[in-house]
């Protein structure tokens, strides 16, 4: 007789537990999402590192921004990510906030991660052609991390805004020297110096072999060409296009005579036996050729 009482009490068992996993399932991206506190304006130090005054300047400057451009800049700090990757963290706090206008995703996060030393800038879709991940990460370095590194928090912050709000208010896309994709690729200075230098020394040792005397000016420009891309700058690339083509044209000069000394004089011509190139057929000691050596660069990275 006391078999059906315990049938229903499984059965009220099993109901409570299907129910339980259903709520889990159905209202836990809610939880989730809840964990965010409310932001408390456009600049919410949750880690209290940002100078007071600093903080009421930016507030000022932000709120001006969204009411003459429309564009919402929030800059949030935070002690921790909670284990979480601060790429997650800022995708998820953006969109639980709703950073900028619905219309037009104007959005832009500046978060600070002090425990994990991380910093981010998260670019809303209709701000991207301005605010690229190039830019975005040139602010950054140049602009941010350099404070961070010193204890500067507040400094940082208010460099990496005030970049920020100038792309913004600018509204204009980076041109293709600005943002090339040799920029992005050769962002270690020093990857790239030893590329272009083992590239010129191979390219040497055969222009020396060639009777033209034009192919060294058309490599000098070439690297020329690409150091000024790699820097990004308008100047640079013309500067350095125009200098280092003349260079190679003068080099390549010298290397094609002297190879034709050389070869008239029965002399050996391999690039080691003719001191790089650069030793005539009168012998003696002279100089033995480049070594190879690379110029010097920082790293460049997203922590402190």
């Not at 339980?20 to 809610?30: D, E, K, S």
């Not at 998820?92 to 991380?118: H, M, S």
């Not at 400094?155 to 041109?175: F, N, Q, T, V």
């Not at 230098?197 to 020396?208: R, V």
Request: proline letters at 4%.
């Amino acid at each position: 007789m006391c078999r059906p009482a315990s049938i229903s009490a499984s059965m009220r068992r099993i109901f409570f537990a299907v129910a339980t996993v259903g709520a889990l399932l159905l209202f836990g991206g809610a939880v989730w999402a809840q964990t965010f506190p409310p932001a408390q304006g456009f600049v919410s130090d949750f880690a209290g590192i940002i100078d007071p005054f600093d903080r009421d300047i930016l507030e000022s400057r932000l709120q001006v921004l969204a009411d003459e451009n429309g564009a919402e800049v929030a800059v949030v700090t935070i002690i921790t990510l909670d284990g979480d990757t601060i790429e997650n963290y800022a995708v998820r706090l953006f969109e639980a906030w709703g950073i900028g206008q619905a219309e037009t995703d104007n959005g832009v996060l500046f978060i600070t991660a002090i425990a994990e030393r991380k910093v981010r800038i998260e670019v809303g879709y209709g701000l991207e052609p301005v605010i690229t991940d190039g830019r975005a990460g040139r602010i950054l370095d140049n602009e941010v991390l350099p404070h961070f590194r010193d204890g500067d928090y507040s400094a940082g912050i208010m460099a990496g805004a005030a970049a920020i709000e100038e792309l913004i208010r600018s509204g204009s896309p980076p041109s293709f020297i600005e943002d090339n994709p040799l920029r992005n690729i050769f962002k270690d200075k020093e990857t790239l110096g030893i590329v272009l230098g083992i590239a010129s020394i191979y390219m040497a040792g055969w222009m020396s072999r060639t009777r033209s005397v034009w192919l060294g000016g058309v490599w000098g420009a070439a690297v020329g060409a690409v150091l000024g891309l790699g820097l990004g700058n308008p100047w640079a690339l013309i500067g350095l296009t125009l200098g280092l083509g003349l260079l190679g044209l003068l080099l390549d000069i010298v290397l094609s005579r002297n190879y034709q000394s050389r070869t008239s004089s029965g002399l050996p011509t391999t690039w080691y036996s003719s001191g790089g190139g650069f030793r005539g057929g009168s012998g003696g000691s002279g100089f033995g050729g480049f070594s190879g050596g690379a110029s010097g660069g920082g790293g460049a990275s997203r922590g402190w």
